[in-house]
């Protein structure tokens, strides 16, 4: 079974632009994570998408948003980008909701802001 | 909102000995799950153990194991007869009712030759 695919693997953008991030979940997982990954504030929640509604939701400005296709494909973005949002963007499937399922996770998306 | 703990910011390790990383938790929450993830330089997040609220027994996966001590909510991850390839950021991570995965700041570990 194929694991979680992210894409691009890396990107560098300058201030202000913006930028879609996207997540391919494990086959058969339904919900869908994104989470910021910094240096300074470690890795913080950002969003949580199953059957294509948004569940839940971390403690990020409107500029961050999300959505999620019918095939489960979660795509996120982020507009007027800052020098702080330079990141490692980790996704990450389950199959169901609830504190019992693991999460898996791909390998990230690694943003720098210029 | 939960709260996780992990003091130890980095650790060394001999080769074929074992290290325990130490993870406390913070919740009101009664059902929760409880997570180790290893993350190597490479960045990705690899789920290791898992251990439910209400699991009477530790968890085991292979050579890892967690010290699940409810009343002092303690998850800690012990990892046996370790090897160079566990180099690695370990994370303690909880899911609680708002199924928000929350995660400490993380312990380095290096293993020694």
């Known amino acids: 079974k194929a694991g979680v695919t992210q894409t691009p693997r890396y990107l560098i953008k300058t201030r202000g632009q913006q930028v879609t991030l996207s997540c391919s979940p494990i086959s058969g997982h339904r919900s869908v994570s994104w989470y910021q990954q910094t240096p300074g504030q470690g890795l913080q929640f950002l969003f949580e998408?199953?059957?294509?509604?948004?569940?839940n939701k971390g403690n990020f400005p409107g500029r961050f948003s999300g959505r999620q296709f019918s095939n489960s494909r979660s795509e996120m973005n982020v507009s007027t980008l800052e020098l702080g949002d330079s990141a490692l963007y980790l996704c990450?499937?389950?199959?169901?909701?609830?504190?019992?399922?693991?999460?898996?996770f791909g390998p990230g998306t690694r943003l720098t802001v210029l | 909102a939960q709260k996780i703990t992990q003091t130890q910011p980095g650790m060394f390790v001999q080769e074929k000995e074992a290290v325990t990383l130490d993870c406390t938790y913070d919740t009101s929450d009664q059902s929760y799950g409880l997570f180790w993830y290893k993350q190597p330089s490479s960045g990705e997040m690899i789920f290791l153990i898992y251990?439910?609220?209400?699991?009477?027994q530790n968890a085991t996966e292979g050579r890892y194991s967690l010290n699940f001590q409810k009343a002092r909510k303690s998850a800690n991850l012990v990892i046996s007869a370790s090897q160079l390839g566990d180099s690695a950021m370990y994370f303690c991570a909880m899911r609680g009712n708002d199924y928000k995965l929350s995660f400490g700041a993380g312990t380095t570990v290096t293993v020694r030759a």
């Open positions: 251990q439910g609220s209400y699991d009477e």
């Open positions: 990450a499937s389950s199959s169901n909701l609830g504190s019992y399922n693991e999460q898996f």
């Open positions: 998408y199953f059957s294509e509604t948004q569940r």
